[in-house]
C-alpha cells in the first residue's frame, strides 16, 4: 500500500486509545513537540515542528509505518514480534512493561512448557506462541483468540494460555499459575526502513532522536549533593559507583566539603543510609530534567 502524502511533514503513528497512549503523548511532549490532545480525531499537526502525529488502533501501528504511511510508530514489542513487520527497532522506551507468559489453572500438574506437549493452549499471539514451541519441539494445539485468553481454561477451550502479564493480577484472580515466559516486552519507537533515504524527514529524525536520548538518559540520572568530610570522599565513591567526576568544594568548616555529582542510576533509601553512616550530611537526591552530551 503506498500513500501519497502532501508535503515532507514527518508522521508518527501512536496507539489512540489504551495503555501506551499517555505515555507516548508524554514521551512526545518530552522531546519538545508541541500538540493539541486528539479528542478521536485521526491526526494531530504539531505547532512547532513539520510533524503529524496518527492515532491508531496499536495493532495497526507496524504495517502502516512498514508500508510508510508513517515514517516512527511506538509500539510494544509483543506487537512488533508477532506480526513480524519489516521495520527499523529504533530506541527501548521505557514503559509499557510486560512478559508474555504460559500459565495453567492451579489444578493443572504442568509445571513447565514442556509439560504441555499435546495441549490445548489459547492466545493472542499465535505467532509467537508457534515459534517458541517450536524452537522447544514442543508440540501442541494453538487455539487463536482476540482477546480474554485467561477466561479459555475455566470454558474448557483450552488447557493453557500463552498471553501478556504485568502485574500477575488477571493471572490470580483466574486461578492461574505462570509456568514459563517466552520473552519480556516493553514499548518502542519503530522506523520505516527507507525513512533514510528522505533527506529532510531523516534530517528531523536524527534531531529528534538526539532529544530523545537525552530525555531517556535524564530519567535515568540522579543529581546527588551533600556535604562530608573530606577524608570520607572514597568511601562515598564507593557506596555511589555510578557518581561521574563529582564536584568537591571545601566548606567553611574545616575538613569538610560539598559533594555534587550526577549519579547514572537510581539511588536508593539504602545508599542514602549507607552515606549518611559513612558521616554524609544534608543529602539530596534530585530528578534531572534533560541532558545533551
Ligand atoms: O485498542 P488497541 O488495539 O489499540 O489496544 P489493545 O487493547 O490491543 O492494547 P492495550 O492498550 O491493552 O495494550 C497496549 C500494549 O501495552 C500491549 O501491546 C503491550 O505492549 C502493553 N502491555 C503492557 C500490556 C500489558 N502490559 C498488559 N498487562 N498489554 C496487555 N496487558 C493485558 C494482558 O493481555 C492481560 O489481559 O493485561 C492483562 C494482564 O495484566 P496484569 O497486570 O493483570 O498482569
Ligand atoms: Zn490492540
Known amino acids: 500500500m503506498m500513500v501519497k502524502r502532501n508535503g515532507d511533514s514527518l508522521r508518527i503513528a501512536v496507539q489512540s486509545n489504551g495503555r501506551l497512549t499517555s505515555y507516548s503523548l508524554d514521551l512526545l511532549r518530552g522531546i519538545g513537540l508541541e500538540f493539541e490532545d486528539h479528542e478521536r480525531r485521526l491526526f494531530a499537526r504539531c505547532r512547532n515542528f513539520d510533524v503529524e502525529l496518527l492515532f491508531l488502533r496499536d495493532d495497526d501501528i507496524p504495517e502502516y509505518v512498514a508500508d510508510g504511511v508513517a515514517d516512527l510508530g511506538i509500539v510494544g514489542l509483543n506487537v512488533i514480534r508477532e506480526q513480524e513487520a519489516d521495520l527499523e527497532e529504533m530506541v527501548q522506551l521505557g514503559f509499557g512493561f510486560c512478559t508474555l507468559t504460559l500459565a495453567v489453572p492451579n489444578a493443572s500438574p504442568a509445571m513447565r512448557p514442556e509439560d504441555l506437549a499435546g495441549s490445548r493452549i489459547a492466545t493472542t499471539h499465535p505467532r509467537s506462541l508457534a515459534r517458541f514451541l517450536a524452537s522447544r519441539d514442543i508440540g501442541a494445539d494453538i487455539v487463536e483468540l482476540h482477546g480474554g485468553a485467561e477466561i479459555a481454561p475455566a470454558l474448557d477451550v483450552a488447557d493453557a494460555i500463552c498471553d501478556l502479564v504485568s502485574t500477575g493480577t488477571t493471572l490470580r484472580m483466574h486461578d492461574l499459575r505462570r509456568i514459563g515466559d517466552i520473552w519480556d516486552s516493553q514499548a518502542w519507537m519503530v522506523s520505516n526502513v ?69 549519579a547514572q542510576e537510581e539511588v536508593f533509601w539504602e545508599a542514602m543510609e549507607r552515606l549518611k553512616e559513612a558521616g554524609a550530611t544534608e543529602i539530596l537526591v534530585l530528578p534531572v530534567e534533560k541532558v545533551m552530551r
Open 194 to 262: 527507507d525513512l533514510k533515504a528522505d533527506a529532510n524527514r531523516s534530517a528531523l529524525v536524527s534531531r529528534l532522536r538526539v532529544r530523545l536520548d537525552g530525555l531517556l538518559t535524564a530519567r535515568r540520572l540522579k543529581y546527588v549533593t551533600l556535604n562530608a568530610p573530606a577524608e570520607a570522599l572514597p568511601r562515598i565513591r564507593e557506596i555511589l559507583p555510578g557518581m561521574r567526576s563529582p564536584t568537591v568544594v571545601p566548606l567553611a568548616d574545616s575538613g569538610m566539603v560539598a559533594v555534587h555529582a550526577a
